[in-house]
């Protein structure tokens, strides 16, 4: 499998002691099927429509409604190569070319020769795509992409449409068990180290209130990202890394978690502004949009070949450099000419979102700055979702697949979602599991309350962002290494969250410290190259029985051709 050959212990870190469970009560109830799949974006939905073609019954626990994940907050769309001066080896280019040397190349190529596939079954499932005057899917351009192949719908609303087209799917299959308001806690295994289901807690009372175990052979986590680890992100409020983190508890493989991908045009809402903050797509740039600075000048044009469409980070680190050298808090995006028309038609999401603060992008410039966008790490997996624990898998934001390495090209997560999917379902058909039951919980537990969240977040935006260095990042191990001791939390939606956030915080900000280098979205001040001599690895943690958090570096299973 990739990546779980044993590694280097260059590098290798074990200082911080976490939770291997988080205190919760005994379970309450109990429910069973053949397949867990946790979370509800694209990921979640299609692992459940594909398990359910394969003859499995599902049980698909969700932490909120059943549309409120990330899915349907992207805007700019789906990636796939559908246009005839397209191929897969050319979305195969950008892609790695993004990755910045650290993508797995058989797991993108897998992405980009089954993504055109996956995207027509999606829209035999009922999912509405925009269309040019023959009918054909009209496609546009995002970041790092050097063709049109980002498919979008209503405009700007993408994510909306997915979520509505698979969430109605769902809805048909008298298979798929719907349990909503369910926060997973930790993972159920057997006597052989195998998952057997998890544990979770359902807001509600009656049959399945309270904390239960759904038991499956089959866990599949599709949770999403960890945008809440930072004060400000594109993310909605319930992605607190909750797969991540109990995946980390359970002792899988955690990978690649220092490249924490910065969106470069989120509208800017002030400095005190806190929580999900809103995304003006880079499709605004692919129509033409361009970036000024504070005196009224464009930068990116002798940044990169592509200029103001050069892939995410690139992007993202000349704005930072630029509001560094005006002192300002944010740079502007010019989309004026680009007209009322078009705004109306291509974007009336982000219009809307305008005009509701004030700003009409029609006649107006809109402030903008970087924040937190996607996780390119996460749970370590090989090429058919599987995680370093038998029985369990990952798909979509929450898993390492190695399609995205040191950052992600835009509108690929969407396709990696239906793409891997389908692909668990396989692999879970190829090779049933065994159903024993689960074995008591061991290892010490652990709980951190909610009044410590800010904290983390103001440490992680301030020290662990999109600029990082040894000092700053000492700074942030210093100041979770305080709030770690709090010892005032109560088992609760809210505690169980900070302590999930506490968790990937550590393991990020302890990945950021040992890449001495500069790669994709991991920007060092203080180790300003990149260096691939050393540094050409992946790194991997895990968390030893006794709750010592070790990371060390493991080589690229499927190199990366693109230097
Ligand atoms: C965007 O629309 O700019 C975001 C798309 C993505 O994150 O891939």
């Known amino acids: 499998m990739s990546g779980h050959a044993h590694g280097s212990n260059a590098g290798i870190a074990h200082s911080h002691h976490l939770p291997s469970r988080l205190t919760a009560e005994a379970p309450g109830w109990e429910a069973r099927a053949d397949v867990i799949v946790v979370g509800s974006g694209v990921a979640g939905l299609t692992t459940a429509l594909h398990a359910r073609s394969a003859g499995l019954t599902v049980l698909l626990v969700t932490k909120a409604q059943v549309n ?9 769309g789906i990636a796939a190569a559908l246009a005839e001066d397209d191929s897969p080896e050319d979305h195969l280019r950008d892609t790695l070319i993004a990755g910045v040397g650290l993508c797995d190349e058989e797991a993108v190529r897998i992405l980009v020769t089954q993504g055109p596939d996956a995207v027509r079954e999606l829209i035999s499932l009922g999912a509405h795509f925009d269309t040019d005057s023959s009918g ?14 980002i498919a979008h719908a209503g405009g700007d609303a993408t994510g909306a449409e997915i979520s509505r087209a698979l969430v109605a799917a769902v809805a048909r299959d008298a298979g798929i068990e719907l349990v909503e308001n369910a926060l997973v806690l930790d993972l159920l295994v057997d006597a052989t180290g195998a998952a057997q289901g998890v544990t979770l807690h359902v807001m509600g009372s009656g049959q399945r209130g309270g904390t239960g175990a759904a038991l499956a ?12 680890v930072y004060g400000q992100t594109t993310n909605p409020y319930v992605a607190t890394g909750d797969g991540v983190a109990l995946a980390l508890r359970a002792g899988a493989e955690i990978a690649d978690l220092e490249f924490v991908q910065f969106h470069p045009t989120v509208m800017w809402l002030g400095p ?4 999900q903050q809103p995304l003006v797509s880079e499709a605004v740039r692919g129509e033409g949009a361009f970036l000024l600075d504070s005196r009224g000048q464009r930068f990116m044009t002798g940044e990169h070949e592509l200029a103001d469409l050069a892939p995410r980070d690139v992007v993202a680190k000349a704005i930072m450099r630029r509001m560094r050298e005006t002192e300002e808090a944010h740079v502007w995006l010019d989309g004026r000419h680009l007209g009322a028309d078009t705004w109306l038609q291509r974007f009336p999401t982000i219009l809307e979102s ?12 809109i402030p903008v700055a970087p924040a937190q966008h996607y996780a390119s790490g996460g749970v370590l ?17 929450v898993a390492c697949t190695g399609v995205h390495g040191a950052n992600r090209l835009a509108s690929n997560s ?24 689960p074995v008591s919980p061991s290892g010490s537990e652990g709980l ?9 977040q103001q440490a992680m935006d301030r020290d662990a962002g999109v600029l990082r260095s040894a000092m700053s990042l000492a700074d942030a191990t210093r100041e979770l290494h305080s709030v770690s001791h709090a010892d005032d939390a109560h088992p609760c939606t809210e505690d169980w969250e900070t302590t999930n956030i506490h968790m990937l915080a550590t393991t990020l900000v302890q990945h950021a410290r040992l890449r001495e280098e500069t790669r994709g979205s991991h920007w060092r001040d203080d180790y300003p190259d990149r260096d691939d001599a050393q540094w050409q690895v992946r790194l991997v943690s895990t968390l030893s029985p006794d709750g010592e958090l070790r990371t060390r570096t493991e080589p690229l299973v499927h190199g990366d051709s693109a230097k």
């Open 68 to 76: 409120e994940g990330s899915t349907r907050w992207a805007q700019g």
């Open 136 to 149: 054909a899917i009209s496609l546009t351009r995002e970041g790092g992409h050097h063709r049109d192949r």
């Open 217 to 228: 052979p089959h866990v599949v986590l599709a949770t999403g990202g960890f945008g809440q």
């Open 272 to 275: 005190l502004a806190q929580g």
């Open 354 to 365: 305008c005009r509701s603060r004030g700003i009409d992008p029609v006649t107006d410039l």
């Open 381 to 397: 997996t090989d090429h058919f979702g599987r995680a370093s624990i038998p029985g369990l898998f990952a798909c979509g934001e």
């Open 414 to 437: 969407l396709l990696e979602g239906l793409v891997f999917s389908k692909r668990i379902a396989e692999a879970i058909t190829s090779a049933p599991a065994t159903v024993r039951e």
């Open 448 to 456: 951190l309350p909610h009044r410590v969240r800010r904290t983390m």
